[in-house]
């Protein structure tokens, strides 16, 4: 799957072993832009045959509650599958709001998708989990 585009919500490529789904939309607050993000990132995961993958928010502005609820049932998704999930580029508004939700310490976060693939290239070359650069 290289430089692949579903629809206009996600895009997605490997590298290195790492699936990477990049976040196109920059507000998602919507119910039907929730809904289609989150259909769109479940067929992306179920038919790619990668474990480790990379979320990059750092096109996100503006995120709602239901947008993380959204995240979490790919996280749940991803859990199921045995794989691994870091999130990358979040912008500091919308880190105040995997803060405020208290959700931001069940996922690996990271500054920038370089530095999360460098976790998931330290992972490999270690053979355990090498967490990412943002606490929250």
């Known amino acids: 799957m290289d430089n692949d585009t579903v629809g206009a919500l996600v895009g997605h490529h490997s590298h290195?072993?790492?699936?990477?789904l990049t976040v196109r939309v920059a507000?998602?607050?919507?119910?039907?832009?929730?809904?289609g993000l989150r259909q769109q990132l479940n067929r992306i995961v179920e038919d790619s045959g990668q474990t480790r993958f990379l979320l990059d928010l750092s096109v996100v502005r503006f995120m709602?509650?239901?947008?993380?609820?959204?995240?979490?049932g790919l996280r749940h998704l991803l859990l199921r599958k045995g794989?691994?999930?870091?999130?990358?580029?979040?912008?500091?508004?919308?880190?105040?709001?995997?803060?405020?939700s208290r959700l931001g310490g069940?996922?690996?976060i990271?500054?920038?998708v370089a530095s999360a693939l460098e976790a998931f290239q330290a992972t490999s070359a270690?053979?355990?989990?090498?967490?990412?650069?943002?606490e929250l």
């Open 16 to 20: 290195e072993g790492v699936e990477i």
């Open 27 to 35: 507000s998602i607050y919507d119910a039907a832009v929730i809904h």
């Open 64 to 72: 709602s509650a239901e947008a993380l609820g959204a995240l979490r």
């Open 83 to 100: 794989a691994e999930l870091k999130l990358a580029g979040i912008q500091p508004g919308v880190l105040e709001i995997f803060r405020i």
């Open 106 to 108: 069940i996922y690996d």
């Open 110 to 112: 990271c500054n920038t």
């Open 126 to 134: 270690w053979a355990e989990s090498m967490s990412c650069d943002v």
